[in-house]
């Protein structure tokens, strides 16, 4: 069994030669900003890279990145179950750059994508409005849609997973370009 593990941003700054930062966020999120010398390997491919992530693990510490925290706590927990050892930056890249440090950005004009929780939250809102809406003006069925996101939230929330960051992640805009 690999060990997972949680590490501050100061605690990560003076180490950060010595890991291996792996950025579990979207393509698009990646591409936007990054801890210096991060590889992308989004949440949903971890399963995909043992092979390579075990590798890496064995020349240094690895260091899961995302945007909060969230999907790099995750994250450490399924390479924990693959017995690789693995660590979660507390905080993500907002943490990071709010305590002042760098982060790399591609060159050229940065492409702006929103983080996926902002992208979530956003997406089922809409829904939700577009429910009610639809269902004072079309047909009263359509509530039956915002009640839907609703009980997918919960379920996300009570599962500690979402099928909405699936669906989006998968857009074209969170790809590569």
């Not at 605690?11 to 966020?25: F, M």
């Not at 994508?113 to 009263?140: C, K």
């Not at 359509?142 to 009570?158: E, H, K, R």
Request: with cysteine.
């Amino acid at each position: 069994m690999g060990i997972s593990s949680t590490l501050g941003v100061d605690e990560a700054l003076p180490r950060l030669t010595e890991l291996n930062v792996v950025d579990v966020r979207t393509p698009g999120e990646f591409a936007s900003n990054r801890l210096p010398g991060a590889v992308n390997v989004p949440l949903e491919r971890l399963d995909g890279s043992l092979a390579d992530l075990r590798l890496a693990a064995e020349n240094g510490t690895l260091l899961l990145v995302c945007a909060s925290g969230t999907r790099s706590d995750k994250g450490a927990e399924v390479l924990a179950a693959h017995g690789i050892a693995a660590a979660s930056l507390a905080g993500g890249t907002r943490a990071w750059a709010a305590a002042g440090h760098g982060l790399e950005y591609p060159p050229g004009p940065v492409r702006a994508v929103w983080g996926m929780e902002r992208q979530v939250r956003f997406t089922a809102g809409s829904l939700v409005l577009l429910g009610l809406v639809l269902g004072l003006l079309v047909h009263p069925a359509f509530p039956f849609l915002s009640a839907a996101i609703a009980g997918g939230l919960v379920f996300s929330a009570v599962t500690d997973t979402c099928g909405l960051a699936v669906v989006l992640g998968r857009l074209p805009f969170n790809r590569r370009g």
